[in-house]
């Protein structure tokens, strides 16, 4: 089976976020430890794939954008999205990417500066 080559960039607010797989003592939003917890789950989670992941956590949202060993940047996967006219696909993607990168290309798109 072929490994698909585009990134996965997802947001996960912290509210719906599903902690049960963190250890018990890392479970409360807001702590370093739930931070670490949700950072190493999700590098784990795309590792095991052989995929290399970016994760965020503030205080909203979990952010994720994770690329195949051979994938293609992020930003240049949405853009190519855009300019082929997959508007709904591609504004959760600028969304989350919008709160992981100081780009202003992302902040202009999305309408956040």
Do not use: C
């Not at 917890?37 to 205080?59: I, P, Q, S």
């Not at 979990?62 to 992020?74: N, S």
């Not at 999205?81 to 709904?88: K, S, V």
Request: overall charge negative; charged content about 25%; proline content about 7%.
């Amino acid at each position: 089976m072929k490994t698909p080559k585009a990134p996965e960039i997802l947001q996960v607010p912290i509210v719906e976020l599903d902690t049960s797989q963190l250890p018990a003592d890392a479970r409360q939003p807001g702590t370093d430890a739930f931070e670490r917890a949700v950072l190493t789950h999700y590098a784990l989670k795309y590792a095991e794939r052989g995929w290399n992941a970016a994760v965020t956590v503030d205080g909203e949202f979990v952010r994720v954008v994770a690329v195949p060993e051979e994938g293609i940047e992020p930003k240049d996967y949405v853009v190519g999205l855009l300019r082929h006219g997959f508007l709904d696909d591609a504004l959760p993607m600028l969304e989350a990417l919008d709160g992981m990168l100081d780009d202003a290309d992302i902040a202009s798109t999305t309408g956040s500066v």
